[in-house]
């Protein structure tokens, strides 16, 4: 993310790639065509600009770009919301004297970690956009214990899924994992591009692990607001969870995550037992914490 005008010429002809003239209802003539996708004359004609501006744009000149162009663009390219707020963050970050959010915090404030102490019942934790764990309750410190059980700080998810063998048993789904963290880590890119932190973080998992240069070079971006989980804990077993991200309005960048699972199922009972091990291993809110442990 160093180089903004790089990010933005790579991640349009991805996209571009990826849609055929056909999906763009778009007659193909001649039955060679020399690129994948659209040329950037056809995304030009369907976006409603001349080409030679579009072929500005792809090299990376997003600078000055309206809103408006910016939308029809979108919507030529078939962007998904993700991808629609990347695009308008890479826009942002292009454009001179245009101020970008500001890096994550680094811890919580104490009103926050007193509404995870107070779902007793429900495995919880606040984390920043880089994915580091800033607090967690005593059941979601004992959920992910392996991640907490890392050697390595401060405590992050996605360092553990790239770097930490352990991960390939806690994710059951574990290649979707994969998938996902990247996924969500080049999206904070594009929102806070000049967050030190999060380019050391990308730097270190690019330099240690194959698998994340992979996953990186597809520049897939992604949110992560709901859905399933489903991990094999070393203690209780297999559990299919439902969880909630909800970013917390009063510190921009943190999200609480928030895991669940439907009554009476054998995940809600593996939770109960997971509650019994945590306070007979002591998990506290403080045993969460974070950075150098």
Same mark, same amino acid.
């Given at each position: 993310? !160093?180089?903004?005008?790089a990010e933005v010429r790579e991640f349009l002809s991805s996209r571009r790639a990826r849609i055929t003239p056909q999906e763009a209802g778009l007659p193909a003539y001649g039955g060679n065509r020399r690129v994948a996708g659209l040329r950037r004359e056809e995304v030009a004609m369907l976006t409603g600009v001349s080409v030679?501006? &579009?072929?500005? @744009?792809?090299?990376?000149n997003l600078a000055g770009a309206s809103e408006s162009v910016l939308? $029809?663009? $979108?919507?030529?390219l078939r962007l998904d919301a993700a991808e629609r707020d990347y695009l308008f963050d890479l826009a942002r970050a292009a454009s001179p004297g245009i101020r970008v959010p500001a890096k994550p915090a680094e811890t919580v404030r104490p009103a926050v970690r007193q509404v995870l102490d107070a779902m007793a019942d429900a495995p919880a934790w606040v984390r920043n *956009?880089? !994915?580091?764990?800033? %607090? %967690? #309750?005593?059941?979601?410190? $004992? @959920?992910?214990?392996? /991640?907490f059980d890392s050697p390595r700080r401060p405590v992050n998810t996605t360092r553990f899924t790239y770097l930490d063998a352990a991960a390939r048993t806690f994710w059951r789904d574990y290649d979707q994992i994969a998938n996902d963290a990247a996924a969500m880590l080049r999206l904070e890119a594009g929102r806070t591009p000049h967050d030190t932190d999060l380019i050391t973080l990308i730097g270190e998992l690019s330099t240690q692990s194959e698998l994340f240069r992979q996953r990186w070079a597809s520049r897939d971006v992604k949110y992560h607001r709901s859905g399933r989980k489903r991990l094999h804990h070393p203690v209780v077993g297999d559990l299919d969870l439902d969880f909630e991200s909800m970013e917390l309005p009063s510190e921009?960048? @943190? /999200?609480? #995550? /928030? &895991?669940?699972?439907?009554? *009476? +199922?054998? +995940? %809600?009972?593996?939770?109960?037992?997971l509650a019994s091990w945590a306070a007979s291993a002591d998990f506290t809110a403080d045993a969460a914490l974070i950075g150098a442990e």
């Open positions: 993310m !160093h180089d903004i005008r030679d501006y &579009y072929i500005r @744009l792809e090299r990376g939308d $029809a663009l $979108a919507r030529t *956009g880089r !994915h580091d764990i800033l %607090a %967690a #309750n005593r059941l979601g410190r $004992a @959920l992910y214990a392996p /991640v921009p960048g @943190l /999200v609480m #995550n /928030v &895991y669940t699972a439907p009554a *009476g +199922s054998p +995940s %809600a009972d593996a939770l109960t037992l």
